[in-house]
């Protein structure tokens, strides 16, 4: 049997990494039917925060790999950020966006 030789995988050398962000995707491009959004994946052991969904209005807990996406002609600006479940963003183009009601507010109208 030979040594086991290491060599570099093609194309890894090519992407940038991030060392100061483990646990976080690179940016890419999605297109969807309102636009095309700049999409960023959180792993669970990155995600310190909580954020609120904007599919499902339901909290995304510390700890639970998410979806980070703003429309791409922003250049990542904060303002414009939202934290999605990652089944609410694939979800999106099937169902509206999830309503704010206060608890006493009828639920129909």
């Not at 959180?42 to 996406?69: D, E, N, S, W």
């Not at 694939?90 to 009828?106: I, K, T, Y």
């Amino acid at each position: 049997m030979s040594p086991r030789r290491n060599r570099p995988r093609p194309g890894k050398d090519d992407r940038p990494e991030r060392p100061d962000r483990p646990g976080i995707t690179e940016d890419r491009v999605q297109q969807w039917q309102d636009g095309e959004y700049m999409v960023r994946n959180v792993f669970g052991g990155a995600a310190v925060k909580t954020y609120l969904c904007p599919g499902c209005m339901q909290a995304i807990r510390p700890g639970l790999a998410h979806v980070v996406a703003w429309p791409a002609d922003d250049r990542g600006d904060l303002a414009d950020r939202r934290h999605w479940h990652t089944g609410c963003w694939r979800a999106r183009d099937r169902r509206a966006p999830g309503v704010e009601r206060s608890r006493n507010a009828p639920r129909y109208g």
